[in-house]
Structure formats: structure tokens, C-alpha cells
């Protein structure tokens, strides 16, 4: 890909992003968002061939912009992962449009003929992949318990953040996405610090 | 409500059940369902006014069995919460047309005008305080550390089990909601059976 091309491409998810976070999937409009970015509507299809496609992009790109800020931070060994996981809920905290569009999306996609099933099913393996090999380097500096399941720890972690979002979207004046994750960071940091018992 | 229609509402709700878990929310008929239970669709439609509703019934039906069941096991103190709370993922594992139903639904109600959004606001209220009324009971007699904050704890419980589903739905190759759940429930434990450090 060119480098015109792809600040090009970038410059649409961008646009793309704010539009789907205000609007909403069926709100937002490729017109819009077209001419939000200076190009013609089949311009626009040359980059996405679809609204759907347009939209993984916009979520695959914020996955990986959050990977890319916290492989930083971690490998720079600044903070925890934890610390870094805290963080991200923060963030997302204060960006309820974007957060409200991935789990709605989710949700959809569950469906194995949703065009974004396969999107989903594989951002979630990816996702489990890079967290495990994390962990695995994790629990040998920070000296954990050895009789953890990583893969099953993961699992429960990616649970958390998707469970506080549906809980905060629906009741945001109740549920609070910040304190539930520090409680849950203090029950898994018990835990691995603990010495196995059985 | 006469013995009558609430037998007639509620063997509605079994039938309804089977088709929504069978064939989703968009394949089930209201004529279908109706013909199956032995009515018109007017006739139906007397009891649940639209399928919205009629899905709503079915979700809350199943929550208020859910409960009943539970609520009578562990008023006889014969099983701790986690026991009962294990037992309802082992069984949301035997039947992923239902929890597939609620997932999707839940992920659509966020958007605040969805038929069924307050439902769902109403209906997680409710679940929290449910389960913090038992807890608060379980406290005392479990004899837990009492900087804990219940609400919060509570919220977590139930992130997890909805945020087990999804990817365990996106993925039940890979994913099992049974053996996440049991590993949430030993870092609870270790954390609640622990003295309070700072």
C-alpha cells in the first residue's frame, strides 16, 4: 500500500470513527462520511467496499491503536498489565459512543450469519493470544503461583471488560466501569500472589 | 388473573421459549407460536400485546424460574451462592438458543431507544439487588472481610456471566463458560476468605 494510500485510509477511519460513535451504525451515513473526507461516495467504496467492512475497520483500528499505545508502555516495563488494563477502561469511560457501538456490534455479530461473525470470532482469538503471551512473561518476573490456567485467566479478563461496558451503557447513572475493574484487579492480584494450596 | 390465563400466559411463554431459542427473534412467528399453543394470532396477541413483548416475557420468565429455583435451594442453606451461581452457567452451557437470545437482545436494548431497553435497565436492578441482599446475609454467616464493597462485587459477578457468554457464543470451540466461571470464583473466595491488609 502507498503511503498516500494509506494516510488516505486513515484519514476515513477517523472520520469514520467520530461519525459511527455520534450517529450509530444505522445513523451514520457513507455520504457523510465521504464528504466529510473529501472524496465521492464509490471513492469512499474504493477503500471499503461496505458500511459493515467500514466498520470492523473502525474498531479493528482502535484495537489496534490501543495495542500499539499499551505493547509500548508494557514492553518499556513502565507498568503492569493490570495498571495498563485499568487504564484502557478509563479511557473508554469517557468514549461511550465507540464503547456503545462495539458491544452493540458484539451482540449482533453472535448471530453466525452476521457479516461480522467471523470479524468477531477472530479479533476475540487474536485478542486471547496476545494477552496470554503477556501473561506468560508476566508470571515469571512477578513470580505468580504456577498453578494458574493463563488461558482460562484471559478469558475472564476479556469477560470483565465487555460485562462492566453492557452493565455502565445500559445504567451509566448506576455502574461505574472504573471501580469494577479495580475490585477485580484486586481479587486476581490475591490470587496469583497467593501460594497454591491444593 | 384467573388460574386459567395465567396456565394459558404461561404455556405460551414454554412454547414461545422453544421458538425464539429454535429459530431467534426474527425467525419465530407470532402466527406459529400461536398455532402450536392452540390459538389465533389475535388470540395471542390478547395475552402479549407484540413480539417485543412477548420476548420480554420470555426472558423475564425465565429469570423468575431461575430465581425461584435457586432462591428455594439456597434458603435451605444447602448450597452456597457460588454452588448455585456454577450451577446456573453449567446449565446456560446446555442450552445456547436461550442464552443466545438474551445476549443478542441485551446487545441491541443498549441503545436507549430500543423497545426493550428500560426492561433491561429494570431487569439488571433488579438482579443487583437481589444478589446483594443475599450477600449481604452470606457476609455474615460466611464470615467475609468487611471492606468490601457488595454493590461493586456484584456488578463484577455479573459482567462475568455476561461477558462468558459472549465469547463463549462467538466461540464455544475454544471458549467453555463452566470452567471461567469456576476460576472467578476461586480468585473470590481467596479474596473474601483473606483479611483485610490495608
Not at 453466525?112 to 479479533?123: I, K, L
Not at 452493565?167 to 490475591?190: C, I, K, N, S, Y
Amino acid at each position: 500500500m502507498t503511503t498516500q494510500r494509506r494516510s488516505r485510509k486513515e484519514a476515513i477511519l477517523q472520520v469514520a470513527t467520530e461519525h459511527f460513535a455520534r450517529h450509530g451504525f444505522h445513523g451514520a451515513t457513507l455520504s457523510a462520511i465521504a464528504e466529510a473526507v473529501g472524496l465521492t461516495e464509490p471513492g469512499l467504496l474504493y477503500y471499503f467496499p461496505s458500511k459493515v467492512e467500514l466498520l470492523q475497520g473502525v474498531l479493528d483500528y482502535r484495537d489496534q491503536a490501543d495495542k500499539s499505545k499499551y505493547m509500548a508502555i508494557l514492553e518499556q516495563d513502565k507498568i503492569s498489565l493490570f495498571s495498563a488494563l485499568q487504564d484502557l477502561v478509563n479511557v473508554n469511560q469517557e468514549r461511550p459512543g465507540l464503547v456503545q457501538l462495539f458491544t452493540v456490534m458484539v451482540g449482533e455479530s453472535i448471530n453466525p450469519e452476521h457479516p461480522s461473525h467471523d470479524f468477531f470470532v477472530q479479533r476475540y482469538r487474536a485478542l486471547r493470544k496476545t494477552m496470554v503471551d503477556f501473561f506468560k512473561t508476566a508470571a515469571v518476573s512477578e513470580g505468580y503461583r504456577t498453578d494458574v490456567d493463563l488461558e482460562q485467566l484471559v478469558v475472564l479478563i476479556i469477560a470483565v471488560l465487555d460485562g462492566l461496558q453492557i452493565q455502565w451503557l445500559l445504567d451509566p447513572g448506576q455502574v461505574e466501569m472504573t471501580t469494577g475493574f479495580a475490585l477485580f484487579t484486586r481479587l486476581v492480584e490475591t490470587y496469583l500472589e497467593k501460594e497454591p494450596s491444593d
